[in-house]
């Protein structure tokens, strides 16, 4: 066996992640509802894993959001279910926000392939991560968070080392203490979640805690961006049947407008339920509408005020 093969084993031994429960080594013989019990339980104790991180995670956001508001992307980088995730998020903040798909991206350590396919190798390539942050013209008001059960995915850590070469705001979330994808970031968020009920098995705890802060993350960069108005989404993209019923909800919670008066603020607009809000509030005409929220940088709450 390699020497990297020897040291790979040392340091999985080190890992909170990685540690075996001898008290559930017996498990698979208990009844199906003891086992989800067991997982329930162990489920409900990441919320309180993420809660000690908090004031990391609000410092991360503040500093994401001021590089966004000048025209930087946030760009998740990580292997396996890290990467996956990552994407996941990433892809939900069009339709939620109406944020342009090159605003958030989640890159994963061997491609779209990865994401259904496991692709061998990927994840141990620091090169990899570099080239694929290169591709998409990194620059110093972007921000890489690099996600990692372990901290220690090379992939992770290689974008997060590479995304500081160039000046951009690095994030490093993983789920043990004194990682080194912490330690390599300008923000590290460690949520210890403790063991996993399957050894090793990081889609479990690790990768709840790890949505639960890409959630922050991106939904509280977006309200600091003003994509919403309280806690409406009204930068909500009405792409199909639901989200135009979901676009006319939202402006009526907004503005208590008759339904006919709503529908022809929407109409006016063309869809946009910002634009339509601060219409009806307003009384002003869409074209209107539009210059003030231009000139508020897209904030409804600061628009409607002047």
Known sequence: MSS???????QLATLTTEAFRPELAEIDRLPTLDIARIMNGEDGSV???VATRLPAIAAAIDATAARMARGGRLIYAGAGTAGRLGVLDASECPPTFNASPDQVIGLIAGGH????????GAEDSEELAARDLDGLGLTADDTVVGVSASGRTPYAVGAVEHARTVGALTIGLSCNAGSVLAAAADHG??????????TGSTRLKAGT????VLNMISTI?????GKTYGNLMVDVRASNEKLRARSHRIVALA???????IEAALTAADGEVKTAILMVLAGVDAPTATSRLRHANGHLRAAIQG
Do not use: H, N, W
């Open 4 to 10: 990297t093969y020897d040291e790979l084993r040392a």
């Open 47 to 49: 919320p309180g894993a």
């Open 113 to 120: 392939t990865a994401i259904v396919t496991s692709i061998e």
């Open 189 to 198: 968020i460690e949520v210890v979640v403790g063991p996993e009920l399957l």
């Open 209 to 212: 805690a790890q949505k639960l």
């Open 221 to 225: 960069t977006m309200i600091r961006l």
């Open 255 to 261: 503005t208590d407008a008759p339904d006919a008066d």
